[in-house]
């Protein structure tokens, strides 16, 4: 029997410089899609794919997100006085459990590769998730989950990957492909931020993972590597010819939430697809595209 993926590292301890000056004091997965923090799209993604312990890598700045996950009992109980009981619920469902989250402190923005290494006590020899909450994904069965159930067939290491125009292949982790059977491809090798006419593919990986512990053995001794950082997919592509790498298409649609321009996309989608929001924004949106198109 496979053992199961109950953990999940959340590495958030980025400055977000996108996103300067918000990110001065708001840390940026606090930033709001909607009405819900970006962190807490990727906690309930999380927690459908059967995740039971939340690990958040953290850095100076960032006690908003901690205190975001705290109980509220003074809201709660202005909300059970007035009777508003669907606020209350939404409200309740962000409480963590005593226990099923912890916090690490990543002292240095040494990169990805080191913010995942700072996990390691707590995650021990088991295969664990690794979440970035800015890459927020909307889909039918959560992207997680979809991996989960993948995984429980092929073991090794998983990454999310999806098709990306050439151009942007340097923005991203490339995937050379061994065998390509689909929604899943097997991996012959990795390359991070390679240049364009360098890539070995345009199929990018996205912030969501399955990884084997050997992982963080290889982070143990990896250098820096592109950017000057210490990158998860070089620990992660060293296991390609051990534990195996997969590559998983993803069925949904991705925002890049760590760029303005994704983060409004996101923020336009999310409205349209809220019952509550969506005559009004389409209608909004209508006009602003009429007033757009007159004058050009
Ligand atoms: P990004 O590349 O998006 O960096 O990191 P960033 O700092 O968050 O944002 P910009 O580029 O300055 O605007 C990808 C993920 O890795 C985490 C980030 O918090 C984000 O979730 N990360 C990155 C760390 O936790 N530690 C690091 O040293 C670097």
């Not at 970006?38 to 700045?61: M, P």
């Not at 109980?77 to 459990?97: Q, S, V």
């Not at 593919?201 to 290889?218: C, E, F």
């Not at 820096?224 to 998983?248: C, F, K």
Request: proline share 4%; charged share 30%; with cysteine.
């Amino acid at each position: 029997m496979r053992r199961k993926v109950t953990k999940a590292v959340f590495p958030v301890a980025g400055l977000g410089t996108r996103f300067l000056p918000a990110t001065k004091s708001v840390p940026k997965e606090i930033m709001t899609l909607v009405d819900r923090p970006l962190v807490q799209y990727a906690i309930d993604e999380a927690r459908a794919a059967g995740i039971k312990e939340f690990l958040f890598i953290t850095s100076r700045g960032k006690s908003a997100l901690e205190d975001y996950f705290d109980e509220s009992p003074i809201l709660e109980r202005e909300l059970r006085k007035k009777g508003e009981l669907d606020i209350l619920e939404d409200l309740k469902a962000t409480n963590m459990e005593s226990g099923a989250i912890a916090y690490m402190r990543q002292h240095k923005a040494l990169g990805l590769g080191h913010a995942v290494w700072c996990a390691r006590r707590l995650i021990g020899d088991e295969p664990f998730a690794v979440m970035l909450p800015d890459d927020v994904i909307s889909a039918e069965k959560p992207c997680l989950q979809q991996m989960v159930e993948a995984y429980e067939e092929t073991g090794g290491n998983m990454v999310a990957a999806m098709e990306v125009p050439r151009e942007k292949t340097s923005s991203y982790g490339i995937l050379d492909v061994k065998e390509d059977m689909g929604a899943m491809v097997s991996v012959k090798n990795m390359v991070e931020k390679p240049k364009v006419e360098e890539a070995p593919s345009n199929l990018a990986v996205i912030g969501r993972y399955i990884l084997d512990p050997a992982v963080l053995k290889n982070l143990n001794k990896l250098k820096t590597g592109a950017g000057g950082e210490i990158q998860l997919t070089d620990a992660i592509a060293q296991e390609i010819d051990n534990t195996g790498v997969y590559g998983y298409r993803f069925r949904g649609q991705r925002f890049d939430c760590g760029s303005k321009a994704g983060f409004l996309q996101a923020t336009v989608a999310f409205g349209l697809a809220r019952d509550d929001l969506k005559d009004d924004l389409r209608r909004f949106l209508d006009s602003v595209m009429q007033i757009e198109n007159a004058a050009e």
